[in-house]
């Protein structure tokens, strides 16, 4: 149990449908990331908040990709029309209290096929 | 943040130490090296980071060199557990969120 919840652990939908994953982080940490990691790839950012603000946001996260965070503590990552290339699993991490900003707690994952 | 480069694999026997190296010559003066491992199917986990001085904890030890363009993890007496990817990573301290996994290592362990 790595602290950081992410539900649900595995998706299949069909091309064109949408999707959503959440992610409960540690103890509302003011920080959240979320990443996307494809096989054979490490992962790669996909944007952050700081409370409920959405500070950035990575290129990879087109206009189909939308994310909130309301009242600053669990999250969702929206797939909307989803394509085939969305597959992927989808990580979500907050920091570890007092450790700095780069030592994140990750959640295992979602784990998103689309057919 | 500076480029890293790592080979794709490695193995080592149980018990062995693992020294899973990273090459970061072009890292500046204020970035860290961290280092990250993932089992397969779970999320990455942090295991250790430092600036110039090795660092130990109860996970690993890392060893920067001098010149600070290299580094080393060292797991001391590794188990099958430790069959992952490592990822070493060179970052500002408060980079906060865009951090460059890369490819990394693939260490086997073998029995």
């Known amino acids: 149990d790595t602290g950081v919840s992410q539900n649900p652990r595995h998706k299949i939908t069909k091309r064109g449908q949408n999707v959503t994953f959440r992610c409960d982080p540690i103890?509302?940490?003011?920080?959240l990331y979320w990443y996307r990691q494809t096989l054979g790839q490490g992962p790669e950012f996909l944007t952050y908040f700081q409370n409920e603000a959405q500070l950035e946001k990575s290129r990879l996260l087109s206009d189909r990709f939308s994310a909130e965070r309301p009242k600053g503590s669990f999250s969702t990552l929206e797939i909307q029309r989803t394509e085939q290339g969305d597959s992927a699993m989808y990580l979500c991490?907050?920091?570890?209290?007092?450790?700095?900003?780069?030592?994140?707690?990750f959640g295992a994952g979602s784990r998103l096929t689309v057919l | 943040d500076a480029k890293t480069t790592q080979p794709p694999s490695m193995d080592c026997a149980e018990g062995r130490a693992a020294n899973l190296p990273c090459n970061h010559s072009t890292i500046s003066g204020n970035e860290y090296v961290y280092w990250y491992r993932q089992i397969h199917s779970q999320g990455p986990q942090y295991i250790i980071h430092g600036l110039k001085n090795n660092e130990t904890n109860e996970m690993a030890s890392l060893i920067i060199t001098e010149d600070r363009k290299s580094s080393t993890l060292i797991l001391p007496h590794a188990t099958l557990r430790d069959t992952a990817v490592y990822y070493c990573?060179?970052?500002?301290?408060?980079?906060?969120?865009?951090?460059?996994f890369g490819k990394g290592t693939s260490l086997l362990v073998t029995p």
């Open positions: 103890s509302e940490h003011n920080r």
């Open positions: 991490a907050s920091p570890v209290e007092g450790s700095g900003a780069n030592v994140l707690t």
């Open positions: 990573i060179v970052t500002s301290l408060n980079s906060g969120y865009a951090l460059n």
